[in-house]
């Protein structure tokens, strides 16, 4: 007991003296284990002097023990029961469409998380039939956005993702291209006369899309007292995909629910990370799934609608060539035009190739150095690597660029940078 005792003291105390502990395991282990051994002590030897009046020796230990076991196997009862009758009442069955959706119109994008235009987001607007995607947050401030004509009036908006992947093998030579490819399909689309026009209007949905990952009754709270110490259990926690159509049927739904409530038997345990490292009672997670599952939500709308997927990257590499060979040729484009973009696309796609650079790629990169209008080289450091021969054409041109965009720096901020060549 007094060993116990003070171990549990410097645990509760000093919870930093675990996590120190934990970096050795073993005294890690013991330190955390005390409290939870000095309640159980406490608890056996209160037992041990009640039954002493009638039991003695063996029989006296093993009722003590006993005693104890179902006091705390008893008293986190109360609160699993709830857990489960909540859960029971919340849960909605998974419902899969037995055809594709056809997403069309206006969409309504709901979700816990921000209101920009991201690769979901993206995706819906390169899928045939949508013409607007209405991103809405918890908080309901929503953006409305659509991909119009470059002449179309109204305010300009980018995207923070450029479309939803089919899974495929990962390749190690040049992982990121499958994300160039889609991010070029995007600028590519934007060059031949589109823009993103983002405005606050609210057309009725022609499909939801509800993604949740959050509290599954809205602003529940723990039942009373601080969450660590509570026998109570927490708020139900939901997170779903739910896809309806404009009469509010429930199209395709999948969902994960938990709730974390004290474990059986009661026991005190360490939780949270090192920042914030405490104990209180033990939890165990009841619901779908495991401890950290995921509603793939991604994989979900591949497989069940229309929304537009990953691109033929050699046939996007080939028409961002193009594209981008046109832009440069033209001298009434104007900076921001998006076929620019182009060249960062172009030269990054260069990152796995075995092949040294053809003379007409050359020429073309010997432009894209000339050409004032093109802004962004991260692909210069991939398609260096590639120039076979003489460069000090090429290293001249760049370093060029590179002490004009310093200068300009220093007469104004957020001005364009190139990277010295290599």
């Not at 196997?73 to 859960?87: D, E, F, H, S, V």
């Not at 990169?365 to 692909?379: A, K, T």
């Not at 590179?402 to 220093?410: G, S, V």
Request: a positive charge.
């Amino acid at each position: 007991m007094i060993i116990t005792g003070v171990g549990a003291f410097v645990a509760l105390t000093m919870p930093w003296l675990v996590i120190i502990g934990s970096f050795l395991i073993i005294p890690g282990l013991i330190l955390a284990s005390m409290p939870t051994a000095f309640m159980y002590g406490v608890a056996f030897a209160l037992f041990r002097l009640l039954l002493g009046r009638f039991l003695s020796g063996v029989p006296l230990n093993v009722m003590s023990g006993a005693a104890t076991l179902a006091l705390f196997w008893t008293i986190p009862q109360p609160g699993l029961t709830w857990a489960k009758g909540m859960l029971a009442s919340l849960k909605e069955p998974d419902i899969q469409s037995s055809a594709p959706i056809a997403l069309k119109g206006d969409i309504l994008l709901a979700r816990p998380f921000e209101g920009r235009c991201d690769a979901l987001c993206a995706a819906l607007l390169k899928t045939p039939g949508v013409t607007s995607v209405r991103v809405q947050t918890l908080r309901g401030h929503s953006n409305i956005y659509r991909v119009v004509p470059d002449s179309t009036p109204g305010k300009r908006s980018t995207v923070i993702g450029h479309g939803l992947l089919e899974e495929r093998r990962y390749d190690a030579s040049d992982p990121l291209a499958p994300q160039r490819a889609l991010e070029a399909e995007w600028n590519l689309m934007l060059s031949e006369g589109k823009a993103l026009l983002q405005s606050d209007d609210a057309p009725e949905p022609d499909f939801t899309i509800a993604i949740e990952n959050g509290p599954a009754v809205p602003d529940a709270k723990p039942r009373s007292g601080r969450v660590d110490w509570s026998l109570e259990p927490s708020a139900p926690h939901r997170k779903a995909l739910t896809i309806t159509d404009a009469g509010e049927q429930v199209l395709l739904r999948q969902s994960i629910l938990s709730i974390f409530a004290p474990a059986t038997p009661l026991l005190i345990g360490p939780s949270c990370g090192i920042e914030n490292f405490r104990f209180g009672w033990a939890r165990r997670r009841l619901g779908d799934g495991r401890m950290y599952a995921e509603v793939p939500v991604n994989r979900l709308l591949l497989d069940h609608t229309s929304v537009s997927r990953g691109v033929n990257m050699e046939a996007a590499k080939t028409r961002t060539r193009e594209e981008l060979a046109k832009a440069l040729d033209d001298p009434r484009k104007p900076v921001n035009d998006p076929a620019f973009a182009l060249a960062n696309q172009w030269m990054d796609s260069f990152r796995a190739n075995d092949q040294p650079l053809g003379e007409s790629d050359r020429r073309l990169l010997v432009r894209i150095l000339e050409d004032p209008r093109v802004r962004s080289s991260d692909g210069l450091w991939a398609i260096i690597k590639e120039v076979d021969g003489d460069s000090a054409d090429l290293r001249r041109l760049a370093a060029r660029r590179y002490l004009a965009a310093t200068t300009r720096r220093r007469r104004a901020t957020g001005s364009m940078s190139w990277p010295a060549f290599p």
